[in-house]
């Protein structure tokens, strides 16, 4: 007799951890689907989130775009002014230098 209750609770045993595996099985999946879940809705914040940074960027482009533009015609137009002046200050003493250079060239020291 002492024999099947030994028996008996070991299978009471058995079942009952047979149990606690489903148990956490089945807690284990849960917490693996809030997971997903989770990340999937923080996946849609991000995108929500990043779509609104682009459009803000586009909108702060699109507005500062026409003075950015007017800046580089302006820069450009200051550096050829620029170009042009430093032109006719070198074609001015080009002829002078060029004689300053052939007479020390030419000139013999005694």
Avoid: C, F, P, W
Wanted: aromatic residues 2%.
């Amino acid at each position: 007799m002492d024999s099947m209750k030994g028996q008996g609770g070991i299978q009471m045993l058995l079942t009952a951890e047979q149990d606690a595996q489903q148990i956490v099985s089945s807690a284990k999946n849960l917490k693996i689907m809030r997971l997903k879940q989770a990340k999937e809705e923080a996946e849609k914040d991000i995108a929500t989130y990043r779509s609104h940074l682009e459009a803000e960027y586009q909108k702060r482009i699109a507005e500062t775009g026409g003075v950015s533009g007017e800046n580089v015609q302006r820069l450009e137009e200051e550096t050829d002014a620029k170009i042009e002046n430093l032109k006719g200050s070198a074609s001015k003493i080009s002829e002078d230098l060029t004689e300053m250079l052939i007479k020390y060239v030419t000139t013999v020291k005694v």
